[in-house]
């Protein structure tokens, strides 16, 4: 099953500025935001009556959770990875790809892939965009349970 994936960048000339973007996105954001977070959430508690809404851990682990998902905007940007396009036929298991029917980029990107997938099949989530779990849960969970039931 595939749920918002791609299948990198083709042209040559479009990965150094994917890379250097995802890089900036993983880098200079998530920092700001940690530091931003933190200050609100003091602000918060002030607010509150001066109670900590979140204990000293779990702010600490937050703040790891955090990096980890800044580090991934560059170890798993499009511009770092190669293009996989001519080995989707090479997968030979059952795909389900979801895209979002507002989503006109990765619903394009799926009905491209789903050609090349010998055993695959499209679903396309109405009046969702790009966060498909989040936009269309109770269908998403019916497409899922339905291909887990019809794939056994």
Do not use: Y
């Amino acid at each position: 099953m595939a749920i918002r994936i791609h299948p990198c960048t083709e042209q040559e000339e479009t990965v150094a500025p994917q890379d250097f973007r995802d890089r900036l996105h993983g880098s200079i954001p998530w920092v700001d935001l940690i530091n931003a977070t933190s200050e609100e959430i003091k602000v918060v508690e002030a607010a509150l009556g001066g109670g900590a809404i979140r204990d000293p851990e779990a702010s600490a682990r937050l703040a790891a959770q955090r990096r980890e998902i800044a580090r991934s905007f560059v170890d798993w940007s499009l511009g770092a990875q190669r293009p996989l396009w001519d080995r989707l036929h090479e997968i030979t298991v059952p795909v389900l790809w979801i895209a979002g029917e507002n989503d006109a980029k990765f619903r394009g990107l799926a009905g491209r892939a789903v050609s090349q997938i010998p055993h695959a099949s499209l679903a396309i989530a109405p009046a969702a965009g790009h966060r498909v779990p989040w936009e269309a849960e109770e269908w998403l969970a019916e497409r899922v349970a339905g291909f887990f039931s019809s794939a056994a």
